[in-house]
């Protein structure tokens, strides 16, 4: 076994079944590893794409498992540089085992450039990885490995990115099986430290909900991200039964239709969300970072008549908002939280009356909303409604910048079971739903629908032959046609009364699918209205390999969101999410 051979055997005991990866000269060795291993190897046509696949097999796995990218280095890893700042974004545990030029060709002399296809590469990804090395055994004890490797999955998780210099990859490594043993038990160790059989946090929970009038659970993604399971949630729930909260990433964990999910707060939201989040005395936050998205970029407001209780893993997001009023933090992990509060369920009797306030401004919410977006035309909300009653859908890839996007995760009703899985959620990069959507079908050998806009798409249109090669990946690919960037050209319009490079009125060309679908032999569909959306997506409607064009009437408006004001000295501010109505 040489040492290409040997890293891709510790990563593949991890429990990584799928390794994806562009071929290169620099990562011979390590190419001919993956494909000599039992792995299953899907050949991207992008780098970029090789390492957004990565992120979207391990979010399809539940953090659980790490994905693997492999490229090539110089041009190769340069290429990964986006997806994997989004990983890191995200906390999506990943490998990116990446070849480098042989050893005596690594610069060290500070010119430009000195090696063949050489780049900073590790200096750059030190920047938006857990851990970036060099791996030459003689440099890097086994020990070290372990606790490099770990990294992706211990405490915060998040990528973790490794280059091996061609001429160490083909050497030979002595008793390895015995290494691997080795290696692996001390990456189990490492990943177990972390729980404690205590914890500080849930002792204040469980006393303050006793006391509470008003109190609210907040759940984020990093309830999942720390491998708790929708039953951990629906039986918290429904053991303390006080009015629940979700962010966009998270909203799925809890079906809509429970009488305990109360949508998601923020600048774009239900206005019952808001109400109850700007109403309530106490609010627990699980899993929830805090950021400026979900606070419609005023943290101190958000939440602001409640005492607020904080779960958080990384220390640099407590520092972040240390400045918060009637805000405790606890740094803890969320394993050790719910294992105290599953065993040691609060009391709580005084929060009836505010269930049934809160859900009277729900019934209210629901209904205005019914009423003003309600039509026959196909828009985004009515995709999103087709889509949230689609029986055969269980996991769904939306892309994650883009204004058909926003109004999806606005108005999805996730039902039991069914996951929706942002792409590049916290970075927002467009063009990542397609590559993630295939990561995603290549972990779960099911059916994933990706929802993709006109525009993103073509960022990464590559990988449609990625598709057309791999004839084992379910992928219903759903193009979101509403005539360019639609939130670029609302915001143009908005602030300078005219549009550029946002459609084919702006710039842009317009883009035929048809024909695009035909190259890669995917069978093409196309929308213009509910009732045939809604035919394609029944049971026996479209193949599962297809791609279909919904073509979108969308007038600009998403709903109740914050709006941005200027004060008397001409300073930015939001306005309050509490007051945020079904106003134009």
Known sequence: MNVAEFVISVIQRMGTDTA?????????????????????????????????AADGYAKAKNYSIPGLAVVTSGPGVMNTVNSITSAYHDSVPMYIVAGQVKTEDINRFGVRSLGAQEAPQLEMLSLVTKCAFRYD??????????????????????????????????????????????????????????VKPESPAAQTIISELEQAKRPVLVIGNGFRIAGATRDDLRSLV????????????????????????????????????NRIIQNADLLVFIGVRLDLLTTAYNPHNYGKHAKRLVIECDAAEIKKNECLRNTTFYLEDLRSVLGVLHKTPPTIGKAGDWRTECAGWRTLDQREEERVFSTSELTTYQMTRV??????????????????????????????????????????????????????????????????????LLLNIQELFTISANPQLALTLIVMNNGGYQSIMKSQSRHFNKEFGASINSGLSDTNFAAIAAMVNLPYLKAISVSEFEKLMAD????????????????????????TKFDDNGKPYSTDIGDVAWTR
């Open 387 to 456: 889509l949230s009653n689609a029986s055969n859908v269980q996991y769904i890839v939306p892309t994650a910048s883009g204004f058909a996007t926003e109004c999806f995760l606005r108005f999805f009703r996730p039902g039991r079971n069914v996951t929706s899985a942002i792409a590049g959620h916290s970075l927002g990069s467009m063009g990542l739903g397609l590559p993630m959507a295939i990561g995603a079908a290549a972990a779960l050998k099911q059916r994933v629908v990706c929802l993709e806009g006109d525009g993103g």
């Open 20 to 52: 994806f990866c562009l071929t290169g000269g620099m990562a011979m060795y390590i190419n001919r590893a993956i494909d000599e291993s039992p792995m299953q190897v899907i050949y991207c046509n992008h780098e970029q794409a090789v390492a957004a």
């Open 238 to 273: 429904e053991k303390w039964e006080i009015p629940t909260l979700f962010t966009w990433a998270s909203s799925d964990l809890l079906e809509y239709d429970h009488p305990l999910h109360f949508g998601c707060s923020g600048g774009l939201a239900p206005t019952h969300s």
């Open 540 to 563: 026996g409607g479209a193949p599962d390999r297809c791609l279909i064009e919904l073509i979108l009437q969308e007038d600009g408006y998403r709903g109740p969101s914050v709006v």
């Open 137 to 194: 055994p003689k440099n890097v004890t086994d020990d070290a490995l372990a606790n490099n490797l770990a990294q992706a999955m211990a405490g915060r998780k998040g990528p973790v990115y490794l280059d091996i210099p061609l001429d160490i990859q083909s050497q030979m490594v002595d008793n390895f099986e015995t290494r691997l043993n080795a290696v692996m038990k001390r990456i189990r160790t490492i990943l177990n430290a972390d």
